[in-house]
């Protein structure tokens, strides 16, 4: 069953994908914090954009890169990066936005 989370979470220093970033996208960290716990990222198995309009002018503007992740506990995981972060804390820009436990 998947849970909607929708909480940030923390990449570890130096763990992002050097080839994603590279490429002009965010590098998914291959390790992160949520909750207190590390999670250690096996597989990317699917990634998505989403892009919405901005203010009057309708001009599109991409907003959150998402990517669906296999962790080394066998967890499935939803996590998105902000590409323009509106919060208070500009270096919180990922989040956890789903997960299922393996059953």
Not at 9 to 18: K, L, T, V
Not at 38 to 61: C, H, N, P
């Amino acid at each position: 069953m998947e849970l909607f989370i929708s909480e940030p979470i923390e990449p570890r220093e130096g763990s992002f994908d050097a080839r994603m970033i590279a490429r002009g996208e965010p590098g998914m960290p291959t390790h992160f914090t949520w909750r207190g716990d590390e999670y250690r990222v096996d597989e990317i198995l699917e990634t998505w954009k989403q892009s919405g309009a901005e203010g009057f002018s309708g001009e599109m503007y991409l907003r959150r890169h998402y990517f669906k992740v296999l962790t080394t506990s066998k967890d499935v995981m939803t996590v998105y990066c902000e590409r323009q972060q509106k919060r208070k804390n500009a270096k919180q820009r990922w989040f956890l936005y789903t997960m299922e436990k393996p059953v």
